[in-house]
């Protein structure tokens, strides 16, 4: 039986092409014995050898993952806590007058809400550095969160609950062994993707950054504009390992979770027609 061709293939073929192919270029070059991206001239581990060695650069990218790791970790608590609410809120117009201000700030350009936090912590005299930055990557990753969890809770049944409580469970009970456990794909989901966001972000962090504390993508803009170094190029393929690692991990917790769900219903069907029979 022949297959036929489909056009949406090649189109994909090509989008993925056009994503990884600068990444392979750049990785491809960092194993180069010159200096420059000209021309590849042989093998060598050099450029990777001073990017270890460089303890400005080391100590910036521990400073970018410590940024984005507690950015991420408040903004999936207080987005997993405003999902809650939201979803609880019985009057619609409050619901969705709610929603919308979440939303605005994931349309709205990075160059306006990195000049509208400078302005802020300029009037409010709050001195520019880890904290500012902290605090703007707080703000600009809870609406993200507040989108990845939002979905599970409307996914699950009222009935649910409606039924715990007739069996006397306490709201903390609810929480934590219905609500928490269904909706923890979500929070993962909000998670990974506030790091991420946290990790990459320039825009916002260029404005409110100050002299004494650099991010990763700052300090790449700052040393290309003096000339494209091939540790860089290092760091970038160092990253990109990174960053798969941490899709491959989200990908096996995700499946493990589906798994142990999977496992649990057809006990709970087996346990129901032990009964019935």
Not at 112 to 128: C, E, Q, V
Not at 255 to 270: D, G, I, L, M
Request: proline content about 3%.
């Amino acid at each position: 039986m022949k297959t036929k061709f489909k056009w949406s293939n090649l189109y994909l073929i090509f989008v993925f092409i056009l994503l990884y192919v600068p990444i392979l270029y750049l990785i491809v070059y960092s194993f180069s014995t010159g200096d420059r991206m000209s021309n590849y001239s042989g093998f060598t581990w050099k450029h990777y050898a001073a990017l270890f060695s460089d303890a400005r650069m080391i100590q910036i990218v521990l400073d970018t993952l410590l940024l984005a790791l507690l950015s991420s970790l408040i903004a999936t608590i207080v987005g997993t806590l405003g999902a809650l609410a939201i979803n609880t809120t019985s009057r619609s117009v409050v619901r969705n007058t709610v929603l919308s201000l979440n939303n605005i700030l994931m349309v709205s350009p990075d160059v306006i809400i990195g000049a509208s936090f400078l302005i802020f912590y300029t009037a409010l005299k709050i001195p520019l550095g880890f904290g500012s930055v902290l605090m703007s990557h707080v703000a600009f990753s809870i609406p993200i969160v507040v989108l990845m969890v939002l979905p599970k809770l409307k996914e699950m049944g009222q009935s649910m609950l409606d039924a715990a409580r007739d069996l006397g469970s306490t709201n903390a009970q609810i929480i934590s062994r219905i609500i928490m456990p269904f909706i923890t794909p979500g929070i993962l989901a909000g998670f990974f993707m506030a790091f991420t966001y946290s990790l990459d972000d320039f825009a916002v962090t260029f404005f409110v950054t100050g002299n004494g504390f650099q991010t990763l993508a700052v300090e790449i803009y700052a040393r290309a504009r003096q000339g494209i170094d091939l540790e860089i190029n290092a760091l970038s393929g160092v990253m990109f390992i990174f960053a798969l690692l941490l899709v491959v991990g989200y990908y096996f917790i995700q499946t493990n979770s589906q798994t142990r769900k999977q496992k649990h219903k057809a006990a709970k069907e087996a346990q129901i027609n032990e009964t019935t029979d």
